[in-house]
């Protein structure tokens, strides 16, 4: 009876074995089993290739269909580079690591554009690191060695009016990428009252000879009180004609320029005055002052005016 036991307890693992590969073997002919054909799924499409159709050149959607990242930097920032695909890349995917080298394959600059900024700067790639975007050039190395063969204008302004913009590199203001223009408040300190603007600064200093001064007619007082304060302080004290004219009357075009007193006054007084006081600023004192002090001194009468033979 054990025996009999055994053997049906035995034979039931081998059936339920068998029936449970079965059933595998069922369901994973069901997951392969072939789909129904779609209506016209079979046509016959090899008349479409034929001796007589030509098959038309790729289409730079076409291409960016794979290529979608330089697509897309060539649609947003291309520039003069928005061109056919294969006006550059007259051959494609023809690359195969070593058999073909990589550089033998690329496109070369120099056959468009030849050396474009001399001698000097061939390695296009040190500055447009990024041909699908040539005009966004990041700061670098290169870019730095080589502002002077694009930019020779800035570079002689620099070494000719020395300041303490001569000292340091294009990068130091010129930083991120090319053509970065900086605002002057991310060094300096506005000096006009209710400070100033980029644009502000710009109207008197000109970046690449910031010392070389020079301004519109219309400037106001209030720029140039920052820098000249005791003067600004004395003019508006002073209460004469001479407050209501601007710095610009008397200081034309360009900066610590003087007029003389006669260019506007002529000779108000009698020539006997003129001969003794040979100064204006013997009598009249400053220019921003004026009648402050109404009377010459002795110690006057023997000294020039504050602002030298400017003010005869």
Not at 29 to 52: L, N, R
Not at 65 to 71: A, E
Request: overall charge neutral; aromatic content about 6%; some cysteine.
């Amino acid at each position: 009876m054990d025996f009999r036991r055994k053997i049906s307890t035995k034979h039931l693992i081998y059936i339920t074995l068998a029936l449970a590969i079965l059933g595998l073997g069922l369901s994973f002919i069901g997951c392969v089993a072939k789909a129904p054909s779609e209506p016209g799924a079979e046509k016959d499409i090899s008349s479409v290739y034929t001796s007589e159709s030509e098959a038309e050149p790729l289409k730079p959607e076409e291409c960016g269909r794979c290529h979608t990242r330089i697509y897309y930097l060539i649609v947003t920032e291309g520039g003069k580079h928005r061109i056919d695909c294969r006006q550059c890349h007259v051959q494609f995917h023809i690359y195969r690591p070593g058999k073909e080298p990589y550089k033998e394959i690329l496109p070369k600059c120099e056959t468009c554009h030849e050396n474009v900024h001399g001698e000097e700067l061939v390695q296009c790639s040190g500055c447009h690191s990024e041909v699908h975007t040539p005009m966004n050039i990041p700061q670098g190395s290169a870019l730095e060695q080589g502002c002077y063969v694009c930019h020779p204008k800035a570079d002689k302004e620099m070494k000719t009016y020395l300041t303490q913009h001569t000292e340091l590199d294009c990068c130091a203001c010129h930083h991120t990428r090319h053509r970065y223009i900086p605002e002057c408040t991310e060094c300096h300190q506005p000096h006009a009252v209710g400070g100033m603007t980029h644009i502000g600064c710009l109207t008197c200093h000109p970046p690449h000879k910031a010392l070389q001064v020079v301004y519109p007619k219309d400037m106001p007082q209030e720029s140039c009180f920052g820098c000249h304060r005791n003067a600004y302080e004395m003019l508006k004290q002073s209460d004469t004609k001479h407050t209501a004219l601007s710095c610009t009357e008397c200081h034309p075009e360009k900066h610590r320029a003087i007029k003389r007193c006669r260019e506007c006054h002529g000779e108000p007084h009698s020539a006997a005055m003129l001969q003794k006081y040979r100064v204006c600023g013997q009598c009249h004192g400053v220019a921003h002052g004026l009648n402050q002090e109404k009377f010459p001194s002795k110690s006057r009468e023997k000294t020039e005016s504050p602002y030298g033979t400017g003010h005869k």
